[in-house]
Structures are given as C-alpha cells and as structure tokens.
C-alpha cells in the first residue's frame, strides 16, 4: 500500500493594536494551553498552501486573515 504524504502548516498572525504587538493563538479539544494555529494541507482538496492555511485558520479561530506570507518551508521525509 503507498504512503500517503502529509503537510503540516503553521501560522503565526501578528497584529499590532494599541502599540502593542499580539499574537494570535487558538485552543484546541483536549490540549491543555492555546497554541499556535496548525493543521494539515488537505492534498486533494486544497490547491495551494494558501488556501489550505487560510482554511484552517478560519476553521480554528473564526478570523479571516489578510494578508499572508510564506516565511520558511523545513521538509524532511526522513
């Protein structure tokens, strides 16, 4: 049976209100303390990075975000 490939996507969405830098962070059922919204890339659903992440965040945390820039990428299938 083939492997199937995962991507895991993480996003860190920065705001500045007040002169006060804030991060934005959602809970997840089960999990213990707020983190940093994650999820997977929906391989055959999503078409690009974007619209996955933009999915995602949506999903966890009801915001929509604006604009949006792809940082770093780290891969390894080892």
């Known amino acids: 049976m083939p492997r199937r490939l995962s991507v895991g996507l993480d996003a860190v969405i920065v705001a500045v209100t007040a002169d006060q830098p804030r991060i934005l962070t959602a809970s997840k059922p089960g ?11 929906d391989v055959d659903g999503d078409e690009t990075l974007e619209l996955g992440l933009r999915r995602w965040i949506s999903a966890q945390t009801g915001v929509s975000v604006g604009y949006v820039e ?3 990428t780290f891969g390894d299938r080892q």
């Open 31 to 41: 999990e213990i303390a707020p983190a940093l919204p994650s999820g997977l890339l």
């Open 70 to 72: 792809q940082l770093y």
